[in-house]
Nanobody, 122 residues
Framework: QVQLVESGGGLVQAGGSLRLSCAAS????????LGWFRRAPGKEREFVAA????????DYADSVKGRFTISRDNAKNTAYLQMNSLKPEDPAVYYC???????????????WGQGTQVTISS
């Protein structure tokens, strides 16, 4: 089990950028694949991006591909989501999640952070 805390959310203009951070503790960080998810009000949580335990592989939802970049620094026990060219449909609470394996995947996440709010101004 890994404990995760997100930060970096806030208000940003459409077309702007934000970088979210996910600080981890507990289980060996490199032993778990990481994912970013988001949930808008009244909507189901959706997959955004994922990265393997070593950072070798990454995966993105079609809606963010080419705009968002997931990365991790295992020496610092921290993962990141760089969000560029933000669109009006991107506002949501963003969650960092840890899988129970180092292999990348879009499901079976056992650990979740508390979320950080991303708001887009028009």
């Amino acid at each position: 089990q890994v404990q995760l805390v997100e930060s970096g959310g806030g208000l940003v203009q459409a077309g702007g950028s934000l970088r979210l951070s996910c600080a981890a503790s507990g289980r060996t960080f490199s032993s778990v694949a990481l994912g970013w998810f988001r949930r808008a009000p009244g909507k189901e949580r959706e997959f955004v991006a994922a990265i393997s335990g070593t950072g070798t592989y990454s995966d993105y939802a079609d809606s963010v591909k080419g705009r968002f970049t997931i990365s991790r620094d295992n020496a610092k026990n921290t993962a990141y989501l760089q969000m560029n060219s933000l669109k009006p449909e991107d506002p949501a609470v963003y969650y960092c999640a840890g899988r129970r394996w180092a292999v990348i995947g879009r499901s079976d996440f056992a650990s979740w952070g508390q979320g950080t709010q991303v708001t887009i101004s028009s």
